[in-house]
């Protein structure tokens, strides 16, 4: 055996170190593999800080933007108009609820026959429906000049057999005797197309109906005055208003015109001063100049609208009296007992609305044109806001309220859908399944992170949008409150398809923060004699709360950041849900904060206040996401066990 | 030294040019881009034009963001251009051409089995507008109206304010969707619906037209609906080239056979 040493190799220590003396610009590699790594870590955290600065840069301004259309609003006296106009919105309100009464009314005596006179238009136009093609190339060919005689022969022949097929294969309803349910049959099946006259038979069931109407209106003539009297004492005030409002509308669009000509000269000076091209600089200056206008004088415009406010409030005036009078005699009696009630409603609510626009109208001495609009009520009117109203003719609003309070609702549906069904997958997976049973649940929960949310916005729509409209109809469902639903498309589908999205983020959380008990734990509850159940929800559960806690806020967070799901599936109707409905609001359709910027942020100019507005909305979502983040790390922290 | 460095800028400009001129990029209005404007660029390139389209539907004011900024040679919108609008492309450079395509007309869309066929001018005001809320009010089956529109970026949402609407907001119940197919699928679902489309998408299942105070859509008589308008083309200057052919062929007689195919109203009936 030879064991002599190999002293031409020299040995490892050596190598490494002589390595080390080798420099690149003046670093060693080790120094520069660490600023290279570190540099990546850094990435992230620049982009962050970069994504920062640019929403506040691009929506910080938006404050003063808004406090200056919030100003012109004011100048130019539309705030004036809203103080009498928005109030008034009540009367319609009002005066539907009396329309529905009187119809409710008048069905009592004239249902039967407009059932039998839609159901009979309803069935000509099935019959219709089904020989459109017959009918159509028989049209076209009685167009032509001069008339194919033999074709229009053959052609009205099938029309007629089609037709007949088309009238046998109908299903009549019960309230049409036997005898008109023939004749029905017999007029469908010679429906041609240039009579222009409706089938006898219609024609009798159209007068029917007309006779009945009048009739019930006869019998319900109070109701019916007193509503058409209710409706029509609005016109005079409505009249004034309307005047008032034009004017201020012509002094706001030229206030708006001239700012946008002076913005645009500005452009137009700077976009010629960059231009290299003599003639095209030329042609730039000349627009330029031409794109002045005159200032607007809005003292002297608003004086003409001040000045209409005593014949404002004589108007109001009178309307209150009318109205009150009108409430005096609205009768007792109605039809139905829904019609009653309504009518009831809107008997108790005049005198308040009257009050209403007595109040709205004292105000009116004491409003001022010149008033400053404070940044404090512009930051108000942002974030209390009830109305988002965009591209308007009137005034554009941006409040947050409706939008926040969609986001909301809706990531609460989520959640509340989630956080169950994910934590006891994950308990289970983690104490009782089988490993076998782990290698197929973990991948397959976690596969649904990889669906795409556009593809789920689609299953929603029309898929999951339709089996709870379904299931909504079923008779012995209808204790549910909301049932049975009117929107397919509505905040509970957006909240189970979000549930579904965030299942996968919680799940694995969840798992990961059981997996975290320490093992000592457990072993000292087997040791105690507890039972496996008694194990995992006094002790593992317990320990792990803080992981799962901070799961959920994870999946919170996932949920109130996610597009494309709600602006395809929630229902996009900007109106602060309506709680007044109880629990039966999550079937309410409503916009959201990711939504909105979604839908919009595409078409608006760049800059505009609805820009800026969408920017706005933009940070705000951010630091929710970061408040929810911070939440979830800090609950991690806080209830941290202490490792044995 | 410096003519044949301007020669060589000159010769890379005009190749770019003909690169983007092979392919035209159309941005704007959906009721145009979704069918009509398709099956010109369909037609067209059939008759030999060696051109590829790109086009993306999102809403008329898409189309003069685009335009302004370059990123589109031809603009489709349902509505006239805006003052504000035209200046912003004048200041980046673009100076705005109008050709009127064809008239479309609004049409008021409800569920097939709702028995209201007609509404009059102030019923679709206040239906609009959220003062009638109940299907009863206005002679139907009663149950809560379900209102659809167009979202705030499309010509039609703000036409229809002008020619119904009389300037009035929309009711707060209304339900913004990105197109008229959405519009149709949920009026067609949902029995209790009401909405407009354009009337090339009337047709779809489980709608119904609703005439206005008597007077239905109708291709011979357009200017007597109170609910119908002219769409446009813009483009950036005087077209040439291919962009110029396009637009030639969308207004000769073979342009106006496919606008009537796709559910608009050709030029030569309208006037």
Known sequence: MNSSPQPSRPPLRSVLLRSRKRTILGFDPQTLIKYFFGSNASVAIIVLVLIMVFLLREGIDFLPTYQRELQTYRRAGLEFCDIIDQPLQRNQALSSSLRQAVSASLETLSKSARDRRDAAFLLKRQVEDKTARPRESLTQALEKTPPAAEQIEVMRRELREASASAAKALSYPAFFSAAEREQLQREFAALTPEAADLPPLLQTLVAEFSAKDREARTKFAPLVQAQEEFEEATEPLQEVVDQIKAKALETKEKAVEFAVLETNRQRLLEAAATETDAKEKASLTKEAQESVSEAVNLEESIKEITGRTAELREQVEKYAVVIEKAAAVLPKDAGTGAARSLVNEVREDIPLHAREMRAAAATLEDWRWDKPVSIFSVIGAFFFGTQWITNSSWQDFFGFVPLLAGSLVIAAIAIVIATPVSVVAAIYTNQFASEREKEIIKPVIEFIQAIPSVVLGFIGISLVGNLIKDVSEWSWLQWVPGFPIQERLNMFNAGCLLAFMAVPTMFSLSEDALNNVPRAYIDASDALGATKLQTVFRVIVPAGISGILSAILLGLGRVVGETMVVLLVAGNRIAIPDFSSGIGVIFHPAHTLTGIIAQELGEVSRGSSHWQALFMVGIVLFAISLLVNWCARAVARRFEPHKA | ?271
Not at chain 2, 20 to 27: D, E, F, K, S, Y
Not at chain 2, 40 to 50: I, N, P, Y
Not at chain 2, 155 to 164: H, S
Not at chain 2, 227 to 247: C, D, H, M, Q, V
């Open chain 2, 1 to 271: 030294m410096k003519i044949a460095f301007l020669s060589l800028v000159t010769t890379f400009a005009a190749a770019l040019s003909l690169q983007a001129q092979t392919t035209l990029r159309i941005r704007g209005s959906d009721t145009l881009g979704a069918k009509l404007v398709p099956q010109l660029a369909e037609t067209f390139k059939k008759q030999g034009g060696k051109v590829s389209f790109d086009i993306a539907a999102e809403g008329s004011s898409t189309a003069f963001t685009n335009l302004a900024s370059g990123t589109a040679e031809i603009g489709m919108s349902s509505r006239k251009v805006k003052a504000d609008e035209r200046t912003l492309c004048r200041s980046k450079g673009v100076s705005l051409t109008e050709f009127e395509v064809a008239w479309d007309m609004i049409t008021v869309v409800v569920n097939k089995n709702n028995p209201v066929s007609d509404l009059s001018k102030k019923q679709l005001l206040q239906i609009f507008a959220g003062d009638i809320k109940d299907w009863s009010e206005v002679g139907g089956t009663p149950g809560p109206i379900s209102l659809y529109t167009r979202n705030t970026s499309s010509g039609t949402y703000k036409d229809f304010i002008g020619l119904a609407m009389k300037g009035r907001e929309y009711g707060k119940n209304s339900q913004k969707m990105a197109g008229n197919e959405q519009i149709a699928a949920e009026v067609g679902s949902n029995p209790n619906g009401i909405g407009y489309v354009g009337y090339a998408y009337s047709g779809a299942k489980g709608i119904k037209i609703v005439s206005i105070a008597g007077s239905s859509p109708n291709p011979a008589a357009v200017k007597s609906y109170p609910l119908s308008r002219p769409t446009f083309l813009y483009t950036n200057g005087e077209p040439t080239g291919t962009t110029k052919a396009f637009i030639d062929f969308c207004l000769s007689s073979a342009g106006d056979a496919i606008v009537s195919k796709a559910g608009f109203v050709p030029l030569s009936i309208a006037k």
